[in-house]
């Protein structure tokens, strides 16, 4: 019960979301997922109704012609429970419904019978056939943002009894075995539905609130996966709708840009399915930017050793004489900074970033001081790939040629194009593959725990990554 609706709730994301609450990321799980949360769960619920500890009962008879006497049944132990038709599926504004037939019950006892003088005693199997199940399964989310499942409704019900007395004085009992049926149906019916409210309550729930409505990425940013609403129910699947933003660990602020609607195309053949906003990766950006984190320097001593244009003054003057005048034989580093967060654009088939980079060229002085020589202004366009593996998102960047204008220059005016091959250089082969070591880390998704996601596959939409997987519980 718990593997079952657990990987049923996972995963579940999507939107069905009002205007006023977009989600950065949203999932949901279609009745595919379901199913096989069924197939997974039934296994576990089986296990847990076998273990139901039945009550020794006892009454008393009155047979025409010969009496009053007493009986008991005693030592009831369930040998198989079986549960070949189940189903789990999504209504709309109430949450999951359990359904079970045909399910099977064979267990074993012993009895007594007492009439005045004359007492016996033997062994008897039952068996409980047409046993249904339905149960009804609210979900919602709790102050913390976790999701969050309560049985609100239960009813069990058992077609057949079927009682088979042994022993000399089994005909005694079989005379009165309605009544004896009667008591181990009310018996068995009552003990169906706590089990699955317990199962739900102590084994579902605890599964359910491993979802990682927080995830630390380094020691600037976490990122926020908590629900922003209870999920929604709908004919074809279950929507779970998460805040999918970055943060800042120090001091956490209001991002100053919405998500926008996600609308996921129509698709069943997976189990779960996601939408990753662009919001969701612009966040981040923002948030390292706001915090200083996407400023890089570019020394001497990172330039291999076979490329001639040396972060020094001598080879820079041979390009713009007036800095080896001014600071000859000089060492220079170069500091890059986004001046604006680079925002991720995707639209369907494409990602994209059009980032401006500011390259603050100093002069490294004898005293380890910085004298200011240029400011560059660098566009690019950037294509972006995305891959997703069971538990991140990892991304990498390609540069095409750069364009470069002089902002600002300490060493009076130059032609940019001088530098081209340099600066070229430096962000391609220096500073992206130090972007790309990064982004190649990735970030956590969503999952819970024991739950692995395969089959994946990824589409750019419009503002959104469709992801699709299938799940693997183990």
């Keep these: 019960m718990a593997c079952k609706l657990a990987v049923a709730f996972m995963v579940a994301v999507c939107v069905q979301i009002s205007s006023a609450t977009n989600p950065g990321f949203v999932v949901r799980v279609t009745n595919k997922g379901l199913d096989y949360a069924r197939q997974v769960g039934i296994t576990v619920l089986q296990k847990e109704l076998s273990t139901i500890k039945l009550p020794d009962f006892s009454g008393t008879f009155h047979i025409k012609h010969f009496g009053k006497g007493s009986y008991s049944f005693h030592d009831l132990v369930i040998r198989n429970f079986q549960l070949p038709s189940s189903q789990v599926v999504s209504v709309p504004n109430v949450g999951l419904k359990l359904s ?8 074993d006892g012993q009895w007594h019978v007492k009439k005045s003088f004359i007492k016996d005693h033997g062994s ?6 047409g ?25 069990s019900h058992i077609s057949d009894v079927k009682v088979h007395i042994s ?29 699955v409210s317990d199962s739900v309550n102590t084994k579902l729930q605890p599964i359910l609130q491993t979802l990682p409505v927080t995830a630390k990425i380094d020691h600037i940013a976490g990122v926020d996966y908590s629900l922003v609403g209870p999920p929604i129910a709908t004919a074809e699947s ?3 709708n998460l805040k999918g933003e970055f943060f800042n660990l120090a001091h956490r602020s209001t991002v100053p840009f919405s998500p926008p609607a996600v609308a996921f195309p129509v698709d069943h053949n997976l189990m779960v399915y996601c939408g990753v906003s662009d919001y969701f990766f612009n966040t981040a950006s923002f948030v390292y930017q706001a915090a200083g984190a996407l400023i890089f320097n570019v020394t001497n001593d990172m330039i291999p050793k076979d490329f001639k244009m040396r972060l020094n003054t001598s080879t820079f003057g041979i390009l713009i004489p007036q800095v080896e005048k001014m600071y000859p034989n000089m060492l220079m580093k170069l500091m890059m900074s986004t001046p604006s967060a680079p925002f991720l654009k995707i639209t369907p088939g494409n990602l994209t970033v059009t980032p401006v980079l500011d390259v603050m060229a100093f002069a ?21 790939k995305i891959t997703v593996n069971s538990t991140r998102i990892v991304g990498s960047l390609t540069l095409s040629r750069l364009q470069l204008t002089l902002k600002h220059s300490d060493v009076g005016p130059f032609s940019v194009t001088v530098l081209n091959v340099a600066m070229n250089y430096y962000i391609m082969h220096i500073l992206l593959p130090q972007i790309n070591g990064i ?16 089959d994946l596959i990824l589409k750019p939409q419009q503002d959104f990554l469709h992801i699709g997987a299938n799940i693997n519980y183990s």
């Excluded at 008897?124 to 056939?129: A, G, N, P």
């Excluded at 979900?139 to 009813?155: E, K, M, Q």
Aim: charged share 20%.
């Design 100 to 107: 079970i037939s045909n399910g099977f019950i064979q267990l």
């Design 124 to 129: 008897f199997d039952l068996k409980v056939e």
């Design 131 to 155: 046993l249904s199940v339905a149960a009804s399964l609210a979900l919602g989310n709790d102050s913390l943002g976790r999701p969050t499942i309560s049985a609100v409704g239960c009813s």
């Design 167 to 195: 022993g000399k004085l089994s005909w005694l009992l079989n005379l009165f075995h309605k009544k004896i049926d009667a008591e181990f149906r009310k018996v068995m019916e009552g003990k169906i539905c706590p089990v």
């Design 238 to 240: 279950v929507d779970v």
């Design 364 to 384: 490294i002085l004898p005293n380890s001081s910085l004298a200011p020589l240029f400011l560059l202004s660098v566009t690019t366009d950037v294509s972006a």
């Design 439 to 454: 982004l190649g880390r990735g970030f956590p998704l969503p999952v819970l725990d024991h739950l692995e996601l395969t």
